[in-house]
């Protein structure tokens, strides 16, 4: 079996994290302290990596600059 980049990683926990905001969602409503906890986690993974794809795409344009 093929070991996840750690993009892939990443991907998956937002997609993970993005579900899990979306049943707590459904279970106990969109102001819910767990919705808004779950929300808030899925902003920490997103800015990971939005930052992690700025930082890629510097690097890759200094390379070929």
């Known amino acids: 079996m093929k070991a ?9 926990q937002i997609e ?10 459904v279970k106990t ?3 819910s302290e767990q919705t808004l906890s779950k929300s808030r986690e899925l902003d ?3 800015n990971l ?10 690097r890759s344009s200094r390379l070929y600059s």
Do not use: C, P, W
Not at 4 to 12: A, G, I, P, T
Not at 16 to 25: D, G
């Open 4 to 12: 996840l980049s750690k993009m892939e990683f990443l991907l998956h």
């Open 44 to 46: 920490d993974l997103l």
């Open 16 to 25: 993970t994290k993005r579900n899990e905001m979306v049943l707590s969602a």
């Open 29 to 31: 409503g969109l102001s």
């Open 49 to 58: 990596h939005q930052k992690i794809s700025t930082t890629k795409k510097a």
